[in-house]
């Protein structure tokens, strides 16, 4: 089992900057993908960002130029700075892994999630 503790969130003017960390402990073995995930209220949980193991990473168009996730493979941790917060940004934010795992011919991916931590943009 893989667990997920994050820390950072809190409440911030539209504007500001936030910085989200999330450390992975247990059976951090295969780890692949580390990523961020957010739920409004109301609304389904989306992707965020995501960045592999070899540094590759993927944006939300909603938080393109906004955000910047980074990973630190020997802490098995991963980052999201997130500038220039938006009303919309409000949620609560969940870090991911996915592990890449071999399974006879092909692969297991098993996923894991944080407990979330709450991002709260309001003037």
């Known amino acids: 089992q893989v667990q997920l503790v994050e820390s950072g969130g809190g409440l911030v003017q539209p504007g500001g900057s936030l910085r989200l960390s999330c450390a992975a402990s247990?059976?951090?073995?295969?780890?692949?993908?580390m990523g961020w995930y957010r739920q409004a209220p109301g609304k389904e949980r989306e992707l965020v960002a995501t960045?592999?193991?070899?540094?590759?990473?993927n944006y939300a168009d909603s938080v393109k130029g906004r955000f910047t996730i980074s990973r630190d493979n020997a802490k098995n941790t991963v980052y999201l700075q997130m500038n220039s917060l938006k009303l919309e940004d409000t949620a609560v934010y969940y870090c991911?892994?996915?592990?890449?795992?071999?399974?006879?011919?092909?692969?297991?991916?098993?996923?894991?999630w944080g407990q979330g931590t709450q991002v709260t943009v309001s003037s």
């Open positions: 247990g059976s951090i073995f295969s780890i692949n993908t």
């Open positions: 960045i592999t193991t070899g540094g590759t990473t």
């Open positions: 991911n892994v996915r592990k890449r795992v071999a399974s006879g011919a092909t692969w297991w991916n098993p996923t894991y």
